[in-house]
């Protein structure tokens, strides 16, 4: 494991899962919309002290244009993720996200020129399946069973779009920081957003604003602060399919996060998952 990035993307996907654990806890008695503000507020102080240590970029407006560009699809997401999250079971929505490696085997090329080799392309897909697998357990009817409910679950629909615009979202990342640079543009983006889903956080969340929500994201909001830098760093340094798909490993943190500390069952079915997800992993590493 030589490629810098590599490490890089496995804290990533580390330091988001445990952020995610830790949210789960405090949702189940705390507003979405009120966690999820908090959650970016605390990670700006860490991020904004950055701005004291770097070198600031010369900007051009291809960057200006790219991150105005990627914040509202990125504010959209959040308010899909949240909605997909509160009108379907999670077991029937959180799978598409597994979809994002798969949409960026094409998009970057779109937006950047980037190309993937044909073993890279397995790695992928192979992430990309083992994620989708996870929960197989709890498909009520099949391993097809959350695409059969597109039809009556509005939250599945909305989560193939929010996989969807990740793949655009992160092609326009990675442009941003080839004009500028990794951490300074984590630190920008991450204000951004901050900015634009203020109104409509404190819109959905009025009157349940409490000591303990603010408590409960301050972890949360510390560790999403290193995952930026870990994820724009990683990003910097290979191609957007791949550091994504790695990333997408927090996916199967998750499932252990969640045997460990909220007793979820059904981790021995996970297996199969977890073995593609590791497959790729290795596919990705040794062959890209």
């Known amino acids: 494991m030589t490629n810098p990035w590599i490490p890089l993307a496995l804290a990533s996907a580390f330091l988001l899962a445990t952020s995610d654990a830790l949210i789960k806890k405090a949702l189940s008695v705390h507003s979405v919309y009120l966690i999820a503000w908090l959650r970016l507020m605390f990670s700006l102080p860490l991020l904004v002290a950055c701005l004291f240590f770097i070198p600031i970029p010369p900007l051009d407006n291809v960057f200006y244009r790219t991150v105005l560009t990627a914040l509202p699809l990125e504010t959209i997401t959040v308010i899909l993720y949240t909605k997909a999250l509160k009108t379907s079971p999670m077991s029937l929505t959180l799978p598409f996200l597994s979809l994002t490696p798969i949409f960026l085997i094409i998009v970057p090329y779109l937006i950047l020129g980037e190309r993937i080799s044909l073993p890279g392309m397995i790695g992928v897909l192979c992430i990309a399946a083992g994620g989708y ?9 099949g391993v097809l069973g959350p695409f059969a409910a597109i039809k009556k679950e509005k939250g599945a629909l909305m989560m193939i779009a929010v996989a ?3 793949s655009f979202t992160s092609s326009l990342g ?4 080839m004009h500028s640079s990794p951490v300074f543009c984590g630190v920008i983006y991450y204000i951004g957003l901050f900015v634009l889903f203020t109104p409509i956080a404190l819109f959905k969340s009025r009157g349940e604003f409490t000591k303990g929500a603010v408590r409960a994201a301050i972890l949360p909001g510390m560790l999403d602060s290193i995952m930026n830098i870990t994820h724009m760093t990683a990003m910097s340094l290979t191609r957007v399919a791949y550091m994504i798909s790695v990333k997408r490993l927090s996916l199967l943190i998750g499932g252990f996060y969640g045997y460990l500390f909220f007793k979820e069952q059904g981790i021995r ?3 199969l998952g977890a073995a593609l997800m590791f ?3 290795v596919v990705i590493v040794l062959y890209h």
């Open 133 to 141: 697998t996870l929960n197989i357990d709890k498909f009520r009817e």
């Open 164 to 166: 969807f615009i990740y």
């Open 174 to 177: 990675k442009k941003a920081i």
């Open 269 to 271: 079915s996970r297996m």
């Open 279 to 281: 497959t790729g992993f």
